[in-house]
């Protein structure tokens, strides 16, 4: 089983403000939506929380939600006590790739856990007010697979690009 990481993040490692995003973009929601789909879907309770409550549990996918609250309930997804008890769960599921989605508490953990093999980035061109950031990722650690630029227009307030990284 592979397990990514997806993520938008602003040129200063920005991803959150007052637990949402500080950006709308399109069709950076619908390219989170393709990758995820299918898939076991890893967030921590706070990021799983600033999820309007209408699209919780995310459609589509199984969400598990890491809380060290025993007793927290989130209807239509399971709660799991750490990232390694997901992805066992994900992994004793038969699932071929899960996916960690937020927050950055998470994020954090995963990436100092070397748990993380793949991650799709959107890279948001701009800096961007927040006060919840990405973990600085090592530039040596990972190749670049791919790259999509998506320039700013109507619908979309920022440039930014899809970039597919794996571990090297």
Do not use: C
């Not at 619908?30 to 299918?38: I, L, S, V």
């Not at 793949?118 to 990972?142: C, K, M, N, Q, S």
């Not at 790259?147 to 571990?167: G, V």
């Amino acid at each position: 089983m592979i397990v990514s990481a997806i993520a938008a993040v602003a040129e200063n490692g920005i991803i959150g403000h007052q637990g949402d995003l500080p950006w709308s973009l399109p069709d950076d929601m619908a390219w989170f939506q393709r990758n995820t789909k299918g898939h076991h879907v890893i967030t921590g309770r706070k990021n799983y929380e600033s999820i309007p409550p209408k699209y919780r549990p995310l459609k589509g996918r199984v969400n598990l939600v890491v809380t060290r609250n025993a007793g927290y309930e989130a209807p239509g997804a399971v709660v799991v006590p750490s990232i390694e008890s997901a992805l066992e769960l994900a992994r004793n599921a038969g699932e071929t790739e899960a996916f960690v989605i937020g927050g950055g508490e998470i994020y954090r953990e995963a990436f100092a856990k070397e748990l993380v093999e793949r991650l799709y980035l959107t890279r948001v061109h701009a800096h961007i007010p927040g006060d919840t950031r990405f973990p600085e990722i090592v530039p040596a650690e990972w190749r670049e697979l791919s790259r999509l630029r998506h320039n700013e227009d109507e619908r979309h307030a920022h440039a930014f690009s899809f970039i597919i990284f794996e571990r090297i």
